[in-house]
């Protein structure tokens, strides 16, 4: 299994950019990087999936240097409701025998 | 599109008790995931479906847990019997293929 390190939490203030930056030094050749915000009593909602370089949806974009030991979840212009729990999930999508592990989850406050 | 629908919501029962949880995926989904997250912890997989199949239980404490998914659809998951660090939230997931997984928000058991 994939050994994810994440910081416990961050601060930030609305308008600002957040990245938060995962580290999973053991990823294998079909290990997919993928990150979930969880709200309390809530399921982890999906917010981007990445295999290299650089992927940038509506909400977020996700840096994967070449060597792939690490990814950073970049979140433009954060606002009060962007407060939650952010999980890097690390793993082969396809059921092989590294698995799939989430990290232990960045708590980001976000401070008017 | 629905989501992954989860029940119970919540559940509480006393140690040694039997417990099962229900999970109807996203229409269409093959793969189906239980998860189980500990308070202030990450998910961590219990098993993983590819259609009616198992692709990966290696974490599932087969002693006392079980999971089936007759037909590829729904499916569930069993303890049998509960002991106190059983609490958590037990979460279910599905996907298509290589695509990221969909959670439901959901079963919190509490066990006395």
């Known amino acids: 299994l994939a050994k994810i390190t994440q910081p416990i939490s961050m601060d930030s203030y609305e308008g600002q950019e957040v990245n938060i930056t995962c580290s999973h030094n053991?990823?294998?050749?079909?290990?997919?990087i993928t990150w979930y915000q969880q709200f309390p009593s809530q399921g982890p909602r999906f917010i981007i999936q990445?295999?290299?370089t650089k992927v940038t949806n509506e909400v977020a974009s996700l840096f994967i240097p070449a060597d792939r030991k690490s990814s950073t979840l970049s979140l433009p212009r954060v606002s009060l409701s962007d407060t939650a729990v952010y999980y890097c999930?690390?793993?082969?999508?396809?059921?092989?025998?590294?698995?799939?592990?989430f990290g232990k989850g960045t708590h980001l406050i976000i401070q008017p | 599109e629905a989501g992954v629908a989860q029940s119970p919501r919540y559940k509480i029962i006393e140690k040694r008790q039997s417990v099962a949880f229900w999970c109807n995926p996203i229409?269409?989904?093959?793969?189906l995931y239980w998860y189980q997250q500990i308070l202030g912890q990450g998910p961590k997989l219990l098993i993983q479906?590819?259609?009616?199949?198992?692709?990966?239980d290696s974490q599932l404490p087969k002693d006392r847990f079980s999971a089936e998914r007759l037909k590829g659809v729904d499916s569930t998951l069993k303890i049998q019997p509960a002991k106190l660090e059983d609490s958590a939230v037990y979460l279910c997931?599905?996907?298509?293929?290589?695509?990221?997984?969909?959670f439901g928000d959901g079963t919190r058991l509490s066990i006395l």
């Open positions: 997931a599905s996907s298509s293929s290589n695509q990221p997984q969909h």
């Open positions: 053991n990823i294998a050749t079909n290990d997919y």
């Open positions: 990445g295999y290299k």
């Open positions: 999930l690390v793993g082969d999508l396809g059921g092989g025998a590294d698995g799939l592990t």
């Open positions: 229409s269409g989904h093959a793969t």
């Open positions: 479906f590819q259609n009616n199949g198992v692709v990966d």
